[in-house]
């Protein structure tokens, strides 16, 4: 099976090359069959890899440990999902990961083509509109291609990436069975999750997708054609690519918050980071979209967005897989990996800087249409500010991201950066943005009217008060105290919070953030009545408009599960002699220890796991119990704390088990964690709104 995986991917290396070579021959010769000799090029390249990916999957499922990947991340699990932990061996590992990732490139390039078939079937040979975009396609085509070569090339030239190597004899005893070290290697219990089973994937079809807009960004100023065609053929892309790159991201934060044991979904770690930087960046790409399509305007910008949205899932990839940060998550370094995708961030920088300085003429503004900002109260002002701000806050994270490896005579030089200063930086930018994404749908093009924006306003507005002064009452009677309580009992996150700035600040912060929520909900919600109404409005607006409420109630539950977290660590005495305990409080709630036990699984999973339940009471009212437990694998003696959570409409209670002290008694970490809810909800109802605004009707192009 090794034989065959390393064949496919010598196949689909020389396709990609062979198709990039006909793809632009035929572009620059007007030569149909190069041209139809390079899609069979791009054909073959996506076989080649879906057959690979193929070969992996069946290995895993078989456990055909002849591959040495295989036998790294194969699942040992033995519950109803194991089929599922089987298949995420394919994007576990390092290797795995950059064979499925060029795959899903191929995919895309060639939905591309089999768009430019189904349309060039439809017109005829003669049609200009046609050769336009069949010649955008063809270029587009071929960049991906020359990605796709690039990442075969990669698993090819650097032993570290290769999929496809054959276990060594040694690992073997002489009748074949894997020796008493071997059988040890396997995947990382703390991966065996259904939501981090599905979380990369859905990542990677984000990163892969936003190889489709460079392209057409690059393939634009190739053909110097600067009229919204690339754009119309690219939004589609950018905000699938939006879309499962949110999913991805939020279903990091699911496991992070039930798995990890730690009691938070984001806590700043580099490969976190990593991640946000590319959805940052296309939530500015989605907006410059609109201006170009609607506008004409944002000709640069959107190019350079375009590039930039995939520079940075190349820094995202860079950051994992270079080893120049340490995270939890990240990949061990290797000087190709390093080689290779540094230079592909300082190409794919460099050429659309180089490419809009020679096509200044085509792609500056129109006659008698200037990107000149009129007035400031306006929506180009608007959208302007917002994409400044976005790509601020991008290039700062990046900074901070990677400072631990920057030189020492650098700001922050040398230094891991905690969560606090991420805070500092992201808190009050978020804000600002997101002040002015609540105006932006208010105002016109070009200059606003003060009337007409008064009277679209009053209302809203008045809702949203209403709504801040009942959030504002919440805060002050449940939020507040949570903090003023932390303080004073000296928790476990006191210091954090300390660190945080002045308590005036951080309280001020988070009311003008519930205020804003509050007008940002409204706002979104009065327009996407309007657009229900209007019969010819698109769902791809309508989707806009649900997302934005989204944001807002995604803004309420970051407020009050990131900000007033009440945490208590301590232990839960208990006389081993007679069993008696002395209850644990946290706040309104109290824990009293019901029974123990051991679970012991060593036949199946090769796991011993240490549960104990606790009774829990609100107010001396029993409310339910948590049985939070800590499984041991005894072969490799990895701890997996599993934490409970008893689940509250407005806060979770979240409670971690860490063993026992001599004296016998349970080491606890229990968090009071408010709001947290409205993460999810808001989080599902943003993916819902983004799907819409992806897969609705808008004008064919």
Known sequence: MATIGFALLVIAFIASIASVAALALGRAMRRDALARLGSLGVAVTFFALLLACGVLVMAFMTENTSILYVLEERSLSTDSLAWLYKLAGLWAGRAGSLLFWVFLISLFNSLILLRAR???????????????????????????QVVIAIFCALLLFASDNMPFTPTPASFFNADGSLTAAASLYSMNQLLEHWAMAIHPPLLFVGYAGLTVPFAYGMAALIANDASKLWVERATRFVLASWLFLGAGIGLGAVWAYVVLGWGGYWG??????????????????????????????????????????????????????????????????????????GGLIFVSLICPIVGLVLRRSSFGPAKGNSEDIESMASKDAAYYFNNVIMIVLVLLLTYMTVSSALPSWMPFGGEALGSTAYEAIARPLGIIYLMILTVCPLLSWGKTDRATFLRQAKVPAICALVLAAGLIAWWATNLKPAYDSAIADGSSNALTLLEAGPAAY???????????????????????????????????????????????VLLVGIIGSSMYVYEK????????????????????????????????????SNTITYEVTFDVYHDGEK???????????????????NAAVLGFPSEDLFVVYQGVNQAGWFSLDVRVNPLINLVWIGFAMLM???????FGRRKAS
């Open 623 to 641: 409310v339910g119990q948590v049985s939070p437990s800590v499984q041991l694998n005894i072969a490799t003696q990895q701890r997996k704390i």
């Open 506 to 552: 951080y309280h001020a912060l988070a009311v003008v953030g519930l205020i804003v929520a509050s007008l940002l909900f409204f706002n979104a919600l009065f327009l996407l009545v309007r657009n229900i109404r209007l019969p010819k409005k698109r769902a791809a607006a309508i989707g806009g408009g649900f997302a934005h409420i989204a944001i807002a």
């Open 268 to 341: 700043w770690d580099p490969v976190e980071n990593a991640s946000l930087l590319s959805w940052l960046v296309c939530v500015a790409l989605v907006h410059t979209f609109t201006v170009y399509r609607q506008r004409g305007q944002f000709k640069r910008w959107a190019v350079l967005c375009a590039c930039l949205s995939f520079t940075f899932v190349i820094v995202a990839t860079f950051i994992t897989r270079s080893g120049i940060v340490q995270s939890v998550h990240a990949f061990a370094g290797d000087p190709v990996s390093l080689a290779l995708f």
């Open 688 to 694: 819902i709104g983004t799907a819409a605004a992806c």
């Open 569 to 604: 660590a301590g232990y839960l005495p208990i006389d081993a002699e007679t069993g008696e305990s002395t209850p644990l409080t946290v706040r309104e709630y109290t824990l009293d220890y019901a029974s123990d036990r051991i679970i012991d699984d060593t036949e199946g």
């Open 118 to 144: 189904k349309r060039s079937g439809q017109e005829g040979p003669d049609d200009e509109s046609a050769a336009r975009i069949s010649a955008i396609d063809t270029i587009a085509m071929a960049i991906i």
